[in-house]
């Protein structure tokens, strides 16, 4: 019986490092399978060229729930049209429509759970021995707890494609120049939060698990030598939620003169992390702030308010880091008034010359999250099979999110008074290369 696996990863639209399926990889070439690793941009024929070359145990594909994903549909059934290699779904997506995901026809087993790592070996030893082969649905509740035995697999891809040269100019003055910025690095699984919207709560149960510090120094050294990097994006859910952590991490890259990018709360922010933060060089403090409404926020479970936002701010013009604010717009249960406060609250925002703005873009029903049955109930009509999902995204048709639509339409508002206003503020207090950002918002809501 053949060893050979064909790990595909879904690439939805940006070169990052993809950090999950290389795990996969890993664990696969630890118990002695050979894996052979590319990414969703391949042509489907090509695609089916390796399968006949190799001939695989199997062919396992990441998925997520991205406009990109019907090209992931298109590949499994290609190879399912014309060989019987089973196919594997692991990752978000199938985790969470899992019953979905194995009605079609193309997939014959589902990975579910935020953890494929000892599930893929499992499924591996069974299709090598012919045992189990009727139970399609493979998953296990319990959360791997010693992640430093995992690592990414960086033999397998050109990791120099994850490299970036980065200039942050939020008012036109370079603060930081660096030319080899590595995206990303996780340094841990989850969040202890319970934000509605965020598959966190369903896929990682709210938890928060770390590899070690010894593991993150082990795994930046790697790219310092390997790509001579200075800087580098974590992609951590919440990289500061163990701040002594964080910092004794971050302590070590400014000690190799490399800069750094996580994502923060605003409740956490204060004088003295981020006088920590900037000494270890932080480029930039990403801030999911979603609204600007004490109500939708409490309705969300953000656990924050628009003054600590505020706050943020004044900390990343005081110490200055730059500071990125997510928002968006279309929340199930919001009214034209709490959209209002989160306009508002953007303007003032963008009053301080340390802050831009990511987005505003509009509520994503994703499947599994709490909000996602708030949206069922309220008109949002889920995709009837895998490859419809491609519709469901940050600029989501406004005829998608009846609520939403009804509700501006209700109080004779209009999106152009929702987003315009900010890429006019934008304009004026001087950044740059966002009008390609809301002609599309704009475009696919007529």
Same mark, same amino acid.
């Not at 649905?137 to 960086?154: G, H, S, Y």
């Given at each position: 019986?053949?060893?050979?696996?064909?790990?595909?990863?879904?690439?939805?639209?940006?070169?990052?490092?993809?950090?999950?399926?290389?795990?996969?990889?890993?664990?696969?070439?630890?118990?002695?399978?050979?894996?052979?690793?590319?990414?969703?941009?391949?042509?489907?024929?090509?695609?089916?060229?390796?399968?006949?070359?190799?001939?695989?145990?199997?062919?396992?594909?990441?998925?997520?729930?991205?406009p990109t994903i019907h090209k992931v549909v298109d590949i499994?059934?290609?190879?399912?049209?014309?060989?019987?290699?089973?196919?594997?779904?692991?990752?978000?997506?199938?985790?969470?429509?899992?019953?979905?995901?194995?009605?079609?026809?193309?997939?014959?087993?589902?990975?579910?759970?935020?953890?494929?790592?000892?599930?893929?070996?499992? /499924? %591996?030893?069974?299709?090598?021995?012919?045992? *189990?082969?009727?139970?399609?649905?493979? @998953?296990?509740? =319990?959360? #791997?707890?010693?992640?430093?035995?995992?690592?990414?697999?960086?033999?397998?891809?050109?990791?120099?494609?994850?490299?970036?040269?980065?200039?942050?100019?939020?008012r036109g003055d370079i603060q930081y120049s660096r030319n080899?910025?590595?995206?990303?690095?996780?340094?841990?699984?989850?969040?202890?939060?319970?934000?509605?919207?965020?598959?966190?709560?369903?896929?990682?149960?709210?938890?928060?698990?770390?590899?070690?510090?010894?593991?993150?120094?082990?795994?930046?050294?790697?790219?310092?030598?390997?790509?001579?990097?200075?800087?580098?994006?974590?992609?951590?859910?919440?990289?500061?939620?163990?701040?002594?952590?964080? /910092? %004794?991490?971050?302590?070590?890259?400014?000690? *190799?003169?490399?800069?750094?990018?996580? @994502?923060?709360? =605003?409740? #956490?922010?204060?004088?003295?992390?981020?006088?920590?933060?900037?000494?270890?060089?932080?480029?930039?403090?990403?801030?999911?702030?979603?609204?600007?409404?004490?109500?939708?926020?409490?309705?969300?479970?953000?656990?924050?308010?628009?003054?600590?936002?505020?706050?943020?701010?004044?900390?990343?013009?005081?110490?200055?880091?730059?500071?990125?604010?997510?928002?968006?717009?279309?929340?199930?249960?919001?009214?034209?008034?709490?959209?209002?406060?989160?306009?508002?609250?953007?303007?003032?925002?963008?009053?301080?010359?340390?802050?831009?703005?990511?987005?505003?873009?509009?509520?994503?029903?994703?499947?599994?999250?709490?909000?996602?049955?708030?949206?069922?109930?309220?008109?949002?009509?889920?995709?009837?099979?895998?490859?419809?999902?491609?519709? #469901?995204?940050?600029?989501?048709?406004?005829?998608?999110?009846?609520?939403?639509?009804?509700?501006?339409?209700?109080?004779?508002?209009?999106?152009?008074?929702?987003?315009?206003?900010?890429?006019?503020?934008e304009k004026e207090v001087g950044i740059k290369n966002r009008?390609?950002?809301?002609?599309?918002?704009?475009?696919?809501?007529?």
């Open positions: 019986m053949t060893k050979n696996v064909l790990l595909i990863h879904h690439h939805w639209g940006t070169e990052y490092a993809p950090i999950g399926p290389l795990y996969i990889a890993d664990s696969l070439e630890r118990e002695g399978y050979n894996v052979t690793f590319i990414d969703s941009r391949t042509q489907a024929d090509d695609v089916l060229k390796i399968v006949e070359e190799i001939q695989p145990l199997f062919v396992a594909q990441s998925v997520f729930t991205t499994a059934q290609i190879i399912k049209q014309n060989t019987n290699v089973p196919i594997v779904w692991g990752g978000v997506h199938p985790t969470i429509l899992a019953e979905q995901c194995l009605q079609e026809p193309f997939i014959d087993y589902v990975i579910k759970g935020s953890e494929g790592e000892d599930l893929i070996i499992q /499924l %591996a030893k069974d299709l090598e021995q012919g045992r *189990n082969l009727n139970q399609r649905l493979r @998953e296990n509740p =319990a959360f #791997i707890r010693d992640l430093d035995k995992l690592q990414p697999a960086w033999h397998l891809v050109d990791s120099s494609k994850f490299l970036y040269k980065e200039e942050h100019s939020v080899r910025v590595f995206y990303y690095m996780t340094t841990s699984r989850g969040c202890p939060f319970r934000c509605t919207f965020c598959y966190i709560t369903t896929v990682h149960k709210s938890t928060w698990r770390p590899h070690s510090v010894e593991w993150a120094k082990k795994q930046v050294q790697y790219l310092k030598d390997t790509h001579d990097i200075d800087g580098i994006g974590f992609w951590d859910d919440f990289f500061l939620v163990d701040v002594r952590r964080a /910092l %004794a991490i971050t302590d070590f890259l400014r000690q *190799n003169d490399i800069g750094f990018m996580c @994502e923060s709360r =605003a409740t #956490i922010l204060t004088d003295s992390l981020m006088q920590r933060l900037k000494e270890n060089n932080c480029m930039q403090l990403f801030i999911g702030g979603e609204s600007g409404s004490p109500r939708t926020l409490k309705l969300i479970r953000k656990d924050a308010m628009p003054h600590d936002f505020i706050r943020a701010a004044e900390l990343g013009n005081k110490y200055n880091i730059p500071i990125r604010i997510s928002f968006m717009f279309g929340i199930p249960g919001e009214t034209v008034e709490d959209m209002m406060m989160t306009k508002d609250l953007i303007l003032k925002l963008l009053d301080y010359p340390n802050v831009s703005i990511s987005g505003p873009k509009l509520y994503t029903p994703y499947p599994g999250t709490p909000s996602y049955d708030d949206a069922i109930r309220m008109g949002f009509v889920p995709p009837s099979n895998t490859a419809r999902w491609k519709d #469901i995204h940050r600029t989501t048709n406004i005829n998608l999110l009846p609520w939403f639509k009804t509700e501006i339409e209700k109080h004779g508002t209009s999106k152009e008074e929702l987003f315009l206003e900010i890429r006019d503020k009008e390609s950002w809301y002609t599309k918002l704009m475009a696919v809501h007529d």
